[in-house]
């Protein structure tokens, strides 16, 4: 066995190495997608240094928008030895889809935001404000398919 798959770090030592807090550490251990690590006689956690990989890799699946749920489905495809590249693909589309979703949802809104700061110029009392008006007078929540007629 050599020093580095025999090193063992304490859970500083990995939040340090990782930029991730050790209560961070902690909640993911008990949500299974880190391994519990060995205990010292004194209670401290001995993480194995391969810790640190698995922690870089939740990391960087969170960065690209990945739920937890769908990290751990992640952590389990690449854990086990029947799973496919074509299922860890496929966790890939469906990201990309709840992506395109999003970004269209969000240019509605942006078009919806632009059209209210588009009736306003800016130089009306407040009372006479057609952004407040609009929010105020708004039937049903309609900020999606906002009037463009003031």
């Known amino acids: 066995m050599d020093k580095a798959s025999s090193e063992t770090l304490r859970i500083g030592e990995v939040a340090r190495s990782t930029g991730v807090t050790p209560d961070a550490l902690r909640y993911w251990e008990r949500e299974?997608?880190?391994?519990?690590?060995?205990?010292?006689?004194?209670?401290?956690?001995?993480?194995p240094a391969s810790t640190i990989e698995r922690v870089r890799f939740l990391l960087r699946a969170k960065r690209?928008?990945?739920?937890?749920?769908e990290i751990r489905n992640l952590v389990q495809l690449q854990e086990s030895r029947a799973?496919?590249?074509?299922?860890v693909r496929e966790a890939v589309l469906v990201r990309i889809r709840d992506l395109?979703?999003?970004?269209?949802?969000?240019t509605s809104l942006r078009?919806?935001?632009?059209?209210?700061?588009?009736?306003?110029?800016?130089?009306?009392a407040i009372a006479d404000c057609p952004i407040l008006d609009h929010l105020s007078h708004c039937e049903g929540g309609c900020a999606h398919g906002l009037d463009p007629v003031a």
Do not use: Q
């Open 32 to 47: 299974g997608l880190i391994p519990a690590p060995e205990r010292r006689p004194s209670g401290y956690r001995e993480f």
């Open 100 to 106: 395109d979703a999003r970004i269209e949802e969000l």
């Open 83 to 87: 799973s496919t590249s074509h299922e």
């Open 64 to 69: 690209l928008g990945f739920s937890l749920e």
């Open 111 to 124: 078009a919806d935001l632009r059209t209210l700061a588009d009736r306003c110029d800016g130089h009306d």
